[in-house]
């Protein structure tokens, strides 16, 4: 169940510099949401994507979802509001976080890095899970035998190649000194590996939280840090959407819930 953001403040004394606070944005629903979801729907092996997948835009939902997070970045109280900004270069997240900021009013550096960008599903890219399975029958049951954490489609990334990236990134947060609250818009999945690398979770435990309830679009995770490392302070909050009459969507990777989602490649 989502938790409300709690605030944060950190006694220097006792705590390890660089960023102590992470919020955790999902990008809002693009244009290739909304296309992965209907090729699911109606049993297509080819999703109509409009760009692609780092020029993909977000859809008349993604702007109202970033515009209401961009409110409640307003409301927060001067001394919990995030210090600065880092993005996937790909545009539906980066477009999320200049729209919040730019509702939001506040003047806090944007870092674009290619690091926080989706994984990149190779061959697969575009197909739907019946497009793998039509065009690519050996690979669907290669995926099937490794299973999907450590999976990686020809030409394309697992979800352990992109915890590698998250690692990495989250070395640079924890030595930089400029931040101690940090906002990241990225992706589905990316979400999911920073949640795995703090909290120090397993495979089946991440791919759970994943099945059972996805990121949703806008919704933001918290990560706090203090001296015994990093734990979950809020997952999947999304009052402000409510707040100020955004949908609630939630697009789920393609063949892990009952209902139709977008793509790995542009979640």
């Not at 960023?19 to 699911?40: D, F």
């Not at 409009?50 to 859809?59: C, G, N």
């Not at 290619?114 to 050996?138: C, H, M």
């Not at 906002?183 to 435990?205: K, Q, S, W």
């Amino acid at each position: 169940m989502a938790d409300a953001v709690r605030p944060r403040v950190v006694d220097r004394r006792f705590a390890p510099m660089g960023a102590t606070e992470l919020l955790l944005v999902r990008h809002g629903q693009s244009a290739a949401n909304v296309a992965a979801a209907y090729a699911e729907s109606i049993g297509a092996e080819q999703i109509d994507v409009p760009a692609r997948d780092a020029d993909v835009e977000l859809s008349d939902t993604g702007l109202e979802q970033a515009r209401a997070l961009g409110v409640w970045l307003a409301g927060l109280p001067a001394a919990h509001r995030p210090q600065a900004v880092w993005s996937s270069p790909y545009r539906r997240a980066a477009d999320t976080a200049r729209t919040a900021l730019a509702e939001s009013g506040l003047d806090v550096p944007l870092l674009l890095d290619e690091r926080l960008r989706d994984r990149d599903l190779g061959i697969t890219d575009t197909l739907t899970s019946a497009g793998v399975r039509a065009r690519y029958p050996e690979e669907a049951e290669r995926r099937r035998w490794l299973g999907k954490f450590y999976h990686r489609p020809p030409g394309g990334e697992s979800w352990a190649d992109v915890a590698l990236r998250v690692r990495s990134v989250l070395a640079d947060l924890e030595r930089q000194d400029s931040a101690d609250r940090v906002l990241i818009t990225c992706h589905d999945a990316v979400v999911l590996l920073f949640r795995y690398v703090c909290e120090h979770l397993g495979e089946t435990e991440v791919l759970a939280i994943g099945r059972d309830e996805g990121v949703r679009n806008a919704a933001v995770t918290q990560l706090v840090a203090d001296g015994d490392g990093w734990r979950l302070a809020g997952y999947n909050v999304e009052e402000h959407l409510a707040e100020q009459g955004a949908a609630t969507t939630e697009e789920r990777p393609v063949g892990e819930a009952p209902k139709a989602g977008a793509a790995e490649g542009h979640a």
